[in-house]
């Protein structure tokens, strides 16, 4: 099958040949009778004459000049011809080229080869499909990083309680370990661990696939502010970290869903309480015109600026090697940017390396939608 280059030129240039064609036909037509009315009308040698004789009475100059007119449309007509194949074969090119170009890159993406891109040189409808594709192309690969994340994150959030719980049971079986009270504390945290994993995993797939909504009821948030650091409270307390709330006092009641606005709240203060060693955590509440504010403020050991766009990833953690002894599953934050989402707010984060961060939460004041829980 021949290429598009080949089948755009030869359809433009078939274009031009039926154009130019047309024009020596009309253009030939149109002299010899406009030749033949001067003749009939200037009555020559006197004589009158129809346009059955006309041939028979032109001389030999009449001839020479129609046989040289003809000649002139013809040359014309090659030239035409000529610059019509030329000017086609670059229209063609610069319509087809680029998307040979992006088939190319297509063919590179649908291989494996997430990195494939087009140069972007042009404004038009073309430029705009090729910046596009590279937008598409980029999303992909960021999406396809996050996935892999994610798999080796679930498989090595999953791999440290099995292996544990595998090698205690081994012990108890041989008769290594003794089944104590002690013993099986330690077992029932590990499955709680899993259990509050799988439980994480699988709130986080309904909230992006728009299958778990807020349950929105009218909540006042100061109260639930205040039973979330009061659960919070003593974990601080185990790291001597100050655990300070301050809020506006004109604060009105706002529609949400009680259970996912405190589960944002403490994912939040629980990741300032891990990346904090020294100083306090303070929790504000405000309102920012139809929005809630609430920020928490910590003094811990910050974020770099290329980490600040990934920490609400799944199991990105800022410090890796600390992720072990720091706790958690890594989706704490994740859950909290979803939530957010599901309620039409949003979540974000500003940080100075080595001086702590502040996380803010808004949410819209006025939603007014009842229960949406998918099961």
Same mark, same amino acid.
């Given at each position: 099958m021949r290429s598009l280059l080949a089948r755009v030129t030869l359809t433009v240039f078939a274009t031009t040949v039926v154009v130019v064609l047309g024009l020596m036909l009309v253009v030939n037509y149109q002299v010899s009778e406009n030749f033949s009315s001067y003749l009939y009308m200037s009555g020559m040698h006197g004589m009158m004459m129809n346009h059955s004789n006309m041939a028979a009475m032109m001389g030999v100059p009449e001839r020479q000049f129609l046989i040289s007119l003809k000649h002139s449309l013809l040359a014309a007509a090659g030239i035409m011809l000529l610059i019509g194949a030329v000017v086609s074969y670059y229209l063609a090119r610069s319509i087809a080229v680029p998307v040979i170009d992006l088939n190319r890159a297509v063919n590179d993406v649908a291989s494996g080869n997430l990195d494939a891109a087009v140069v972007?040189?042009?404004?038009?409808?073309?430029?705009?499909?090729?910046?596009?594709?590279?937008?598409?192309?980029?999303?992909?690969?960021?999406?396809?990083?996050?996935?892999?994340?994610?798999?080796?994150?679930?498989?090595?959030?999953?791999?440290?309680?099995?292996? !544990?719980?595998?090698?205690?049971?081994?012990?108890?079986?041989?008769?290594?370990?003794?089944?104590?009270?002690?013993?099986?504390?330690?077992?029932?945290?590990e499955v709680d661990r899993l259990a509050k994993l799988v439980g994480e995993?699988?709130? +986080?797939?309904?909230?992006?696939?728009?299958?778990?909504?807020?349950?929105?009821?009218?909540?006042?948030?100061?109260?639930?502010?205040?039973?979330?650091?009061?659960?919070?409270?003593?974990?601080?307390?185990?790291?001597?970290l100050g655990l300070n709330f301050k809020i506006d006092e004109d604060m009105p009641k706002i529609w949400a869903d009680a259970g996912m606005l405190q589960q944002m709240v403490y994912n939040l203060i629980m990741n300032a309480i891990r990346y904090t060693a020294a100083g306090g955590?303070?929790?504000?509440?405000?309102?920012?015109?139809?929005?809630?504010?609430?920020?928490? !403020?910590?003094?811990?050991?910050?974020?770099?600026?290329?980490?600040?766009?990934? !920490?609400?990833?799944?199991?990105?953690?800022?410090?890796?090697?600390?992720?072990?002894?720091?706790?958690?599953?890594? +989706?704490?934050?994740?859950?909290?940017?979803?939530?957010?989402?599901?309620?039409?707010?949003?979540?974000?984060?500003t940080s100075v390396l080595g001086q702590g961060s502040t996380f803010t939460l808004k949410l819209p004041l006025h939603v007014h939608q009842k229960r949406i829980v998918s099961p």
């Open positions: 972007v040189d042009r404004r038009d409808e073309v430029g705009q499909l090729a910046a596009a594709f590279n937008a598409m192309t980029a999303k992909l690969k960021s999406s396809t990083v996050l996935r892999q994340r994610f798999l080796a994150g679930v498989a090595h959030e999953l791999r440290t309680p099995l292996t !544990i719980l595998k090698a205690n049971l081994e012990g108890i079986a041989d008769g290594v370990i003794a089944p104590d009270q002690e013993q099986m504390n330690s077992l029932t945290e995993l699988r709130d +986080l797939s309904l909230l992006e696939a728009g299958q778990l909504n807020p349950d929105y009821t009218e909540v006042d948030l100061p109260t639930i502010l205040r039973q979330v650091i009061q659960k919070s409270s003593p974990l601080a307390a185990e790291k001597n955590i303070t929790v504000t509440a405000g309102r920012d015109e139809n929005a809630v504010r609430i920020e928490v !403020i910590d003094t811990g050991i910050g974020i770099a600026a290329e980490d600040i766009e990934h !920490i609400f990833d799944y199991f990105y953690r800022v410090d890796p090697a600390r992720a072990k002894q720091s706790g958690g599953t890594g +989706l704490g934050l994740a859950l909290v940017r979803q939530m957010a989402l599901a309620h039409g707010g949003k979540v974000y984060a």
